[in-house]
């Protein structure tokens, strides 16, 4: 049976996965831990040392020193466990509570927990994975709904296309609906049920009810606020996917993607999403409609041999479509967002490297092809193990092979000019010299190699900062 408690056997799982996605800061353990952690890496350090050296003296010394770092293994894992026994005492004791803290995300109310304490830490990593467990929710795979809306949109059959997205989303879920989902669940654990009670009455005294109405809502940006609503949302979800018209039926978070390959007989396209949107309000949810700038689409690629391009935003790609003479293209480009924004990297990069040269050019010059490496190229995240890739590549790489906008971007990089101080011995052999390095970097060819660069986090901090 799944075992739910808030135990200190179980933080003692969760501070192993944690710790090694690099999200415990190994500073904010207890002294005693941290006592131990320095003398076992010299003690390594010793040992290192030690195995260079064949004489009887460094051998016995090196038999001593393993058995010391046996013995501090075995005394970090006890204070690392004395240490999460009192997590657990508090996190079990009657008096504690959740902690919301207000502020503010691209102009939304949302909230956090502060995780630098351990107590909340550790509590709040449990219940999550309670409810992952229990109720088998997961948050949908954004690049998977995207890799499957290429296949069916390259699929050639005429479809109908619906974009849409939920009005304040996790503002608008009822929460008496939702307790209901959850206190009704005989699997989730008493402790659980609790917690998840106890951070929406925090929410509710917490959040400016002028906006969210009282009862409603989950905390935006709390864990759990994702499984919540996707709880909520399953029989919802499973309504919309299981009607015979619809091939494929995707929601991240708010934003939904739905393909039809045809109508029931009388109604329009038009008509169709009305009653979606009237399915979506006996759920207590608002749909956006159709008009500039408000994330809804309705695109009918079925009626006529001919539709002029249509482009689509949806997660982080302007998907462009359009049908000639029957035949439907789809082409997933850049979002002008994403697409301005390395522009502008591009600008502060050549910005810092201008401004530093007049004290450094030395310097200037390492920051500005480390920063265009960097915003051209691709890294593992240093910071887990496992590496995760994210750059010019990993984060694109659904693009179309044709590449215009890595073309685009390629061209406007080529037509920046830098600008180093111009009393610097050599001024212009070294500004013609970055121009023409500068120049060879051709974003098409490095999207297509996936290079990847070596950067420290430190190295990264650093450029972000300028960037």
Not at 15 to 32: A, L, Q
Not at 271 to 291: H, R
Request: overall charge positive; glycine content about 4%; hydrophobic content about 35%.
């Amino acid at each position: 049976m799944l075992d739910q408690s808030f135990s200190a056997h179980n933080f003692d799982i969760i501070y192993g996965i944690e710790s090694r996605k690099g999200n415990i800061d190994i500073h904010s353990m207890p002294t005693k831990y941290l006592d131990i952690v320095k003398k076992t890496k010299d003690i390594k350090s010793i040992i290192k040392e030690l195995k260079n050296k064949e004489d009887d003296k460094s051998i016995e010394d090196l038999h001593h020193n393993k058995e010391l770092l046996l013995e501090l293994q075995e005394n970090k894992k006890q204070a690392l466990y004395e240490h999460l026994e009192e997590i657990s005492d508090i996190v079990n004791s009657s008096s504690f509570r959740f902690e919301l803290k207000k502020l503010k995300i691209k102009g939304k109310e949302a909230f956090s927990i502060d995780t630098t304490k351990h107590t909340q830490f550790f509590a709040i990593k449990q219940l999550q994975y309670n409810l992952r467990n229990v109720f088998k929710v997961r948050q949908a795979n954004r690049h998977q709904i995207l890799s499957n809306i290429k296949i069916f949109l390259d699929s050639k059959i005429p479809v109908y296309v619906i974009r849409t997205d939920i009005s304040g989303f996790y503002e608008s879920i009822p929460q008496k609906s939702l307790i209901k989902s959850v206190v009704e669940n005989s699997l989730l654990n008493y402790k659980s049920k609790s917690f998840i009670r106890g951070i929406l009455r925090e929410y509710e005294t917490t959040k400016d009810k002028s906006l969210i109405p009282e009862n409603y809502g989950v905390p935006r940006g709390i864990g759990i606020s994702s499984y919540l609503s996707e709880l909520y949302m399953r029989d919802l979800d499973k309504k919309l996917s299981s009607r015979k018209e619809i091939i494929y039926y995707a929601r991240y978070v708010d934003d939904i993607f739905i393909i039809l390959s045809s109508l029931p007989n009388g109604k329009t396209l038009q008509s169709y999403y009305d009653d979606i949107v009237a399915l979506f309000n006996d759920y207590e949810l608002t749909l956006k409609q159709p008009g500039i700038g408000n994330k809804c689409e309705l695109i009918d690629m079925y009626s006529s041999l001919n539709l002029k391009l249509q482009k689509i935003e949806y997660l982080g790609y302007c998907i462009e479509i359009e049908r000639i003479n029957g035949k439907i293209d789809c082409k997933f480009r850049m979002k002008k967002e994403k697409f301005d924004n390395i522009k502008k990297k591009m600008d502060n990069a050549i910005k810092h490297f201008n401004d530093l040269s007049v004290i450094n050019v030395k310097q200037a010059y390492r920051d500005l092809m480390d920063s265009l490496d960097y915003i051209t190229g691709n890294i593992a995240l240093n910071k887990t193990k496992s590496g995760v890739k994210t750059g010019l590549y990993y984060s694109n790489d659904l693009l179309d092979n044709d590449l215009p906008d890595l073309k685009g971007l390629t061209r406007y990089l080529h037509s920046r000019k830098v600008e180093p101080y111009n009393k610097l011995k050599g001024y212009e052999v070294l500004k013609s010299r970055i121009e023409s390095k500068i120049k060879k970097i051709d974003l098409a060819k490095r999207w297509n190699e996936r290079k990847f660069n070596r950067f420290s986090l430190e190295q990264i901090e650093r450029m972000e900062s300028w960037l």
